[in-house]
Nanobody, 125 residues
């Protein structure tokens, strides 16, 4: 079992930056694929980024590629999402997620086993 706790959300102006953190407890984080999803009001939860456990490969949605960076500190059992050049359309609740290694689609929220409670990110224009 893995418990995930996000932090770092808040209100920022367009063009600004935020760094989200996801702290894990229960089991070593390094054995899991770990990612970020987001959900805006009235919309489905969507993939943002994932870092794989086996080789540290990083995957991003097209909407955040070049602006967001996912990273992992195994010693701290923490995954980060650095968000730069934020846009109003990035406004959403951001969720950290983890899954046991699998070949299933890493872009699908259905393939993740553990979720945090979410942290609100609001970008004003």
């Amino acid at each position: 079992q893995v418990q995930l706790v996000e932090s770092g959300g808040g209100l920022v102006q367009a063009g600004g930056s935020l760094r989200l953190s996801c702290a894990a407890s229960g089991r070593t984080f390094s054995s899991y694929d770990t990612g970020w999803f987001r959900q805006a009001p009235g919309k489905e939860r969507e993939f943002v980024a994932t870092i794989t456990w086996s080789d540290g490969n990083k995957y991003y949605s097209d909407s955040v590629k070049g602006r967001f960076t996912i990273s992992r500190d195994n010693a701290k059992n923490t995954v980060y999402l650095q968000m730069n050049s934020l846009k109003p359309e990035d406004t959403a609740v951001y969720y950290c997620a983890a899954r046991l290694p699998t070949d299933s689609n890493l872009y699908s929220s259905n393939t993740y086993d553990f979720w945090g409670q979410g942290t609100q990110v609001t970008v004003s224009s």
